[in-house]
T-cell receptor
Framework: EADIYQTPRYLVIGTGKKITLECSQT?????MYWYQQDPGMELHLIHY???????EKGDLSSESTVSRIRTEHFPLTLESARPSHTSQYLC?????????????FGPGTRLTVL | AQKVTQAQTEISVVEKEDVTLDCVYE???????LFWYKQPPSGELVFLIR??????QNEISGRYSWNFQKSTSSFNFTITASQVVDSAVYFCALTLYNFNKFYFGSGTKLNVKP
């Protein structure tokens, strides 16, 4: 069973607030990912990391930022939340090595910006 | 460019019926991996299966079976004798060898009615 955690699970905030979505994994995986997903819809990669101090932007333009100071931790920050940021955010991780390793997903954070 | 197409947006079946979810992929690479994930209403994506491009052997796991055909670039998923607990959104995904990003299809929502 995958050990990847996301907090909070649900968040309702007002426009203009700064928020950080937490993601941690205890599997020692080097690769971590953030996806944005509207309910039941396609996943869009917004950030990924190959390891500590490595971060890259994904395919979907996002106003969020990420950091990777520790292997196990990959937080996502929105400096000023807007209603257009309302979505589900999924964190995932996978082992180093060939790309054939599956990604393990966290339970997601459902964000609503009023 | 890589692409995964799941043409069936939503399927409804009655319990105990068999159902096949279609997945068609595009890539010019010869080495790649295909995946199926299940996303129940709780939101977390659950890994179901991985296939590499050199292994066209079909696989069966309980009520689940997968048909990989390189000639038609398809990786279809069949659930035999469906159950209500199979209700979820199912995603097909592609990744390339030595590459870290997953390309997800848009998902197929399966409704299994009692």
């Amino acid at each position: 069973e995958a050990d990847i955690y996301q907090t909070p699970r649900y968040l309702v905030i007002g426009t203009g607030k700064k928020i950080t979505l937490e993601c941690s994994q205890t599997m020692g995986h080097d690769k971590m990912y953030w996806y944005q997903q509207d309910p039941g819809m396609e996943l869009h990669l917004i950030h990924y990391s190959y390891g500590v101090n490595s971060t890259e932007k994904g395919d979907l333009s996002s106003e969020s930022t990420v950091s990777r100071i520790r292997t196990e931790h990959f937080p996502l920050t929105l400096e000023s939340a807007r209603p257009s940021h309302t979505s589900q955010y999924l964190c995932a991780s996978s082992e180093r090595g060939t790309a054939g390793n599956e990604q393990f997903f966290g339970p997601g954070t459902r964000l609503t910006v009023l | 460019a890589q692409k995964v197409t799941q043409a069936q947006t939503e399927i409804s079946v009655v319990e105990k019926e068999d159902v096949t979810l279609d997945c068609v992929y595009e890539t010019r690479d010869t080495t790649y991996y295909l995946f199926w994930y299940k996303q129940p209403p709780s939101g977390e994506l659950v890994f179901l299966i991985r296939r590499n491009s050199f292994d066209e052997q079909n696989e069966i796991s309980g009520r689940y079976s997968w048909n990989f055909q390189k000639s038609t670039s398809s990786f279809n998923f069949t659930i035999t004798a469906s159950q209500v607990v199979d209700s979820a959104v199912y995603f097909c995904a592609l990744t390339l060898y030595n590459f870290n990003k997953f390309y997800f299809g848009s998902g197929t929502k399966l409704n299994v009615k009692p």
